[in-house]
T-cell receptor, first 111, second 116 residues
Framework: DAKTTQPNSMESNEEEPVHLPCNHS???????IHWYRQLPSQGPEYVIH???SNVNNRMASLAIAEDRKSSTLILHRATLRDAAVYYC????????????FGEGTQLTVNP | ETGVTQSPTHLIKTRGQQVTLRCSSQ?????VSWYQQALGQGPQFIFQ???????GRGNFPPRFSGLQFPNYSSELNVNALELDDSALYLC???????????????FGPGTRLTVL
């Protein structure tokens, strides 16, 4: 699986936007970019995914660089409930349901 | 629609024992995966089951085995427990088969296993 690189930790203030970066310089043409997050004492939960174009859903936006070597998860207005570990994961069509998690980014949201 | 549930919540075993962890998939999901998450690390893929057959395995020894039942519930069995098996065990379910599966994975809350 292609590797992703994320900062270990980031901090934000409540109600401010948060931009979580992810580098994936070895991404292949068939790799989708997925984001999951894990709140304390819970299993991971799906946030968003995309291939080439930017994506929006009710939780977040995903901005994908034109060369696809990096992407950014955007939380438009952080809340205390968004404090979690955020994982950027590449998935191709051959790995089935398998997710390869890295260390992720621990997001702290200050009141 | 009920989510993914796992039992038990917590479990304490001693080295050398065997353990069975259980998972009920979300309604309508035919694929289940199991993950091991050590403290402070991301989850590591153990294996996945699709229509009762193992279909994909991570870097885990054969003493980690599983079953998927016709109702798509699943078990993870670990034999000859070692201290390093202490971890949070997560199961995740999804629909749509295996090949080209980009479907969202729904995770349970996990079972915390402690091996003494």
């Amino acid at each position: 699986d292609a590797k992703t690189t994320q900062p270990n930790s980031m901090e934000s203030n409540e109600e401010e936007p948060v931009h979580l970066p992810c580098n994936h310089s070895t991404i292949s043409g068939t790799d989708y970019i997925h984001w999951y997050r894990q709140l304390p004492s819970q299993g991971p939960e799906y946030v968003i995914h995309g291939l080439t174009s930017n994506v929006n859903n009710r939780m977040a936006s995903l901005a994908i660089a034109e060369d696809r070597k990096s992407s950014t998860l955007i939380l438009h207005r952080a809340t205390l409930r968004d404090a979690a570990v955020y994982y950027c994961i590449l998935r191709d069509g051959t790995s089935g349901s398998r997710l390869t998690f890295g260390e992720g980014t621990q997001l702290t949201v200050n009141p | 629609e009920t989510g993914v549930t796992q039992s038990p919540t917590h479990l304490i075993k001693t080295r050398g024992q065997q353990v069975t962890l259980r998972c009920s998939s979300q309604s309508g999901h035919n694929t289940v995966s199991w993950y091991q998450q050590a403290l402070g690390q991301g989850p590591q893929f153990i294996f996945q089951y699709y229509r009762e057959e193992e279909n994909g395995r991570g870097n885990f020894p054969p003493r980690f085995s599983g079953l998927q039942f016709p109702n798509y519930s699943s078990e993870l069995n670990v034999n000859a427990l070692e201290l390093d098996d202490s971890a949070l065990y997560l199961c995740a379910s999804s629909s749509g088969g295996v090949a080209g599966n980009y479907n969202e994975q729904f995770f349970g809350p996990g079972t915390r296993l402690t091996v003494l």
